[in-house]
């Protein structure tokens, strides 16, 4: 056989739950989680696919710039989300709206940001929870600089479950081909960093698909770096929760770095400025209407827990609290002061600054009167 003859053979794709709502056994990923755990997680399924829709009805009806819908992708991000313990650091991109969810992050604060009166507004280290990074793959230089700190700390294979630490960022499919991300990649291997990859396969980078980008699976590439690289189900909360889990235990205890792909399917728009239509087709997307992440944990509730019809009510009720609240909260969103460009640069004002400020004052108070 000559080199380029060679076809690296299938991937293997962990999977707990099918799509059909069946639980199935991996032997290297067993996951002990009762019914009710199953639910919570169909709670947070549920919830993040209704605020998701109403971001996108808000920016239809004019009240946000943009948004970058998580529609399809909800149990890729709540799986990972939940497997994080407090102490964890995550790096999100633009669009872990589910992620941000499970670390307490308020929507209508991420509302804020699409509708552009803050530049994030949450406190990352109230939360846990990086900033979004529209710069496609940067996060994942900051997670690594981050984990550099946390190895640096001391927080790393002590053995004491409150204070070993791993970072957890993500990432796209198209982001894979940033340079960023692939240094990120040989600073994490060669510094054994405790920080997990963890990339969203959605298949698409806008209107670019990813075989154009890579002619490997992308989790095979980090066998080239120097440490494990897993595909996962990311339609299946289950198993991107217990893949999540084995790999942030790894990074806690010292083993260093992990690359999960989670493979999935972005089911909207790139973003609210975006029209799939154009570029792909319709039949793709209703295959995957049958893999959907939620439709999968509802029949197994259903079928295999027994969970009846007055579980889901109460959560359709709660979804419908969330929406309500989240209109009005998003359209009482009030424009900033122009002077509070000034407040976050430093965490005390430089002299320079300050006189920058002042003038900037004057010049705004100039204005005043002036429409008499
Ligand atoms: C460095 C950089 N280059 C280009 C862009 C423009 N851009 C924004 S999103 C995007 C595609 C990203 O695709 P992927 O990484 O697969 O993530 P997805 O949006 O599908 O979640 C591009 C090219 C950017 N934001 N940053």
Sequence with gaps: MTLHGHVPPEPDLVQLLTPEGVRVDHPDFPLEITDDEIKSLYRDLALV????????????????????????????????????????????TYREHGVAWCRDVDPVTLLGMFRGVSLGGWNPNENNFNLYTIVLGAQTLHAVGYAMGVARDGAVGTGEPERDTAVLTFFGDGASSQGDVNEAFIWAAAANLPVV??????????SEPVERQSRVPLFQRASGFGFPGIRIDGND?????????????????????????????????????????????SEELETWKHRDPIERVRAYLIREAGVAQEFFDGIEAESEELAIRIRQACRALEDPSPLSVFDQVYVEITDELAEQRSDYADYLASFEGAGR
Aim: charged share 20%; aromatic share 10%.
């Design 197 to 206: 990859f963890y990339c969203q396969n959605n298949q698409w980078a806008i």
């Design 49 to 92: 696919r209704r605020f998701d829709g109403e971001a996108t009805a808000l920016q239809r009806q004019g009240e946000l710039g943009l948004w970058a819908s998580c529609l399809g992708q909800e149990a890729a991000q709540v799986g990972a989300g939940r497997a994080l313990r407090s102490q964890d650091m995550a790096f999100p």
């Design 237 to 281: 909360v289950l198993a991107c929760l217990a893949v999540s889990r084995v790999a942030l235990d790894e990074a806690r205890s010292g083993q260093g770095p992990t690359l999960i792909e989670a493979f999935t399917y972005r089911m909207g728009a790139h973003t609210t400025s975006d029209d799939p239509t154009r570029y792909r087709l």
